[in-house]
């Protein structure tokens, strides 16, 4: 740090720099979020300095934490959920499988717990795992890359504390045979977190509707991002919960602040991400998000339209606005891509492809222009 300050012209001079270093995301196609809608923008800066981490000093943005909550919970089949506001599907994996470890510890089982996750879970549950000491069993996927019932099934044992279901899996968009799993948890007694980080905004938004959430009496919780296709700003996820008892397993006293308790990972947290998440929901409604809904899968089918014509086909028929493409040399037509054309583009692991990801920020003359260079670099290479 300088021993006097700049001026401020010269930071402003030093931030437009960097921002012109960043990507924009018209060259973006690997990215599960976008740019926040211009109303929670507005939210955003309004609400700067509020700390949810000791809301009792924001009373107003604790209101608009409820809102959010009761309204996701209505969207998600349960209007009396209990929850709060996360960082990001990272955190709220973590805080619901702490709270099926905690709640598995108070019944003094001994043996070290497992959780049952589909070989398509993203890569914050190898945090889970670390962070909790938990033994992590990936279960196989089936041709349609859903977890396999059977492979789930033989990995259930005494100390299994719960499985994940994905809603929307990162590489490739699907979403798992929720019902199915639904049933094998309360038969088994154990807990079964969705993992709705990306299709949360997606899936009550088609026109097929799929089976995810606490309709299904298995469900326990379930994260969804604001942030990704809810259109808020960063840092915005929701992390829900069925049954009040499991976040009331996540509590911390908190004698210090004008609250006495804190079910968080973090302390200080965002109300300006709260304020932003409030709004975008409101001002879009049902009728708002279906749409932009709509409009990422008609891009979507028009890529794959257009991806067709130059003899390119997708892995699986896409569920959401994710497409993973059975495509050979895929590492190598990513980093061409990038360093020919500016795209940004991804991997998939197993099977190994090349993931597109739809957003609203995504036209259809950014699909012609990439599908273009695509043919360029796959006549190159
Ligand atoms: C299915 C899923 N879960 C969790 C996450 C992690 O979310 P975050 O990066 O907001 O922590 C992602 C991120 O892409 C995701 O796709």
Redesign the pocket.
Same mark, same amino acid.
């Given at each position: 740090m300088n021993e006097k300050g700049l001026e401020r012209e010269e930071i402003i001079s030093v931030l437009n720099k960097s921002k012109s270093e960043d990507l924009k995301y018209n060259r973006v196609l690997s990215s599960?979020c976008t740019y926040p809608h211009e109303i929670a923008i507005h939210a955003h800066m309004q609400f700067m300095e509020s700390n949810m981490g000791d809301f009792g000093l924001f009373r107003g943005t604790y209101d608009l934490e409820v809102s959010v909550l009761r309204s996701l919970g209505e969207l998600l089949h349960h209007p009396e959920v209990s929850g709060y506001m996360t960082t $990001?599907? /990272?955190?709220s994996?973590i805080q619901a499988i702490r709270s099926m470890r905690n709640i598995f510890q108070r019944k003094d089982k001994c043996h070290k717990p497992n959780l049952v996750v589909p070989d398509s879970a993203?890569f #914050?549950f190898d945090k889970v795992s670390d962070i909790l000491d938990i033994e992590l069993r990936k279960a196989t996927l089936d041709k349609d890359l859903k977890v396999s019932i059977d492979s789930v099934r033989s990995l259930i044992d005494d100390n299994t504390i719960g499985m994940v279901a994905?809603a $929307? #899996? /990162?590489e490739f968009g699907q979403v798992d045979q929720i019902d199915i799993l639904s049933d094998i948890a309360l038969e088994n007694n154990i807990f079964l977190h969705v +993992?709705a980080?990306?299709g949360g905004y997606v899936l009550p938004f088609l026109e097929e509707q799929h089976d995810f959430d606490f309709k299904l009496p298995g469900v326990t919780s379930i994260?969804i +991002?604001p942030?990704k296709m809810g259109l808020s700003t960063i840092p915005a $996820?929701v992390l829900l919960f069925r049954d009040p008892g499991q976040l009331e397993s996540l509590r911390a006293d908190t004698p210090y602040l004008t609250v006495s308790t804190q079910y968080t990972l973090t302390g200080t947290r965002s109300g300006a991400a709260v304020a932003a998440t409030y709004a975008v929901m409101n001002f879009l409604g049902k009728e708002g998000y279906r749409k932009i809904v709509a409009d990422c899968m008609e891009a979507t089918y028009y890529l794959l339209d257009r991806l067709a014509e130059i003899g390119i086909y997708p892995l699986i028929e896409p569920v959401m606005n994710v497409v993973a493409l059975d495509i050979p040399k895929a590492d190598l037509i990513r980093s061409t891509l990038a360093k020919d054309f500016n795209w940004q583009v991804s991997i998939t692991q197993n099977p190994h492809g090349l993931r597109l990801v739809i957003m609203p920020h995504v036209t259809i003359e950014m699909i012609d222009s990439f599908v273009q260079d695509l043919r360029t670099v796959l006549e190159t290479i």
């Open positions: 599960m $990001g599907g /990272t955190e994996n993203h #914050s994905i $929307g #899996s /990162t +993992d980080a990306f994260a +991002d942030h $996820g």
